[in-house]
Nanobody, 120 residues
Framework: QLAESGGGLVQAGGLLTLSCEAS????????IAWFRRTPGKEREFVGA????????YYSDSVKDRFFISKDNAGNTVSLQMNSLKPEDTAVYSC???????????????WGQGTQVTVSS
């Protein structure tokens, strides 16, 4: 099971940190990704982190603004979002896979998602 938390309302230019807690064991082959979705659009890959070596991957739209990190002890992955823009408004979900793919269908476990709203 995955559970996201930390969503909310923030002004443009502000920051927010989301957390994804995994209740099951994560192993070195796992990749934890963040996706976001807005009504009427496909899920968009935000970024991912390899559980084995913490290597991170980001989409161009969030690179250098968003940062993913992990806490081994707590089985938790965080998504730090800086310099937020209204277009970052979406439901953010974390997912488990085995490769840092931008394709959502390559992930096999998903959280429920948390809403992030950025006001202008």
């Amino acid at each position: 099971q995955l559970a996201e938390s930390g969503g909310g309302l923030v002004q443009a230019g502000g920051l927010l940190t989301l957390s994804c807690e995994a209740s099951g064991r994560l192993v070195s082959s796992h990749v934890i990704a963040w996706f976001r979705r807005t009504p009427g659009k496909e899920r968009e890959f935000v970024g991912a982190i390899r559980w084995s070596n913490s290597r991170t991957y980001y989409s161009d739209s969030v690179k250098d603004r968003f940062f993913i990190s992990k806490d081994n002890a707590g089985n938790t992955v965080s998504l730090q979002m800086n310099s937020l823009k209204p277009e970052d408004t979406a439901v953010y979900s974390c997912a488990v896979g085995t490769s840092p793919s931008y394709r959502s269908n390559e992930y096999f476990r998903w959280g429920q998602g948390t809403q992030v709203t950025v006001s202008s």
